[in-house]
């Protein structure tokens, strides 16, 4: 049985790009400061790839992969209510960026794509990007309007909170 495709065209592009938005979509980028230094890259590194960031977060995750990978699929489950599909659609670790990126399935509320970017630059400080595209694709996201894309934004917001609370007291190099 082949996967389930994904609910959007242009899989793929946050990977060379995190602030492209295709035409109709609507854009998200928020970069949080989560510290400095290598410890901390790596650690906030691990717990992205690992999904410990997003479960921290109180979010619920179903998947049966341990890391995240291209070809993954995995379900979010926000609040008990939303379920929301996706695939990852790509992967990096360098040596000054990790993440990755998921793609919406049919189900997720939303169609578009979202990256979690790790990214330690070159004065030693380490920021995660959390970039998407999408657009509502029920009639309840329809329904909600600016209040959706308000949840968006405090979902990034909340990404960054948490990573920076999960590397809190590793010493800087």
Do not use: N
């Not at 600016?146 to 809190?168: D, E, I, M, S, V």
């Amino acid at each position: 049985m082949s996967p389930a495709p994904f609910t959007h065209d242009a899989v793929g592009a946050t990977r060379d790009d995190l602030s492209f938005c295709p035409p109709g979509y609507r854009p998200l980028y928020v970069r949080t400061r989560i510290g400095e230094g290598r410890q901390v890259f790596a650690r906030a590194s691990e717990a992205l790839l690992t999904w410990e960031m997003h479960r921290a977060m109180g979010v619920g995750i179903e998947t049966d992969a341990e890391r995240a990978a291209p070809g993954v699929d995995v379900t979010v489950h926000l609040a008990g209510l939303l379920r929301a599909p996706c695939r990852v659609v790509w992967t990096v670790t360098e040596s000054r960026r990790t993440g990755w990126a998921y793609g919406t399935l049919e189900g997720h509320p939303e169609t578009g794509e979202e990256a979690f970017v790790v990214d330690r630059t070159g004065d030693g400080t380490v920021w995660l990007t959390v970039a998407a595209f999408s657009r509502p694709a029920k009639w309840y996201a329809r329904a909600a309007g600016p209040a959706a894309r308000g949840f968006q934004h405090a979902y990034a917001r909340r990404a960054g909170a948490t990573l920076k609370r999960l590397c809190a007291g590793l010493s800087e190099d």
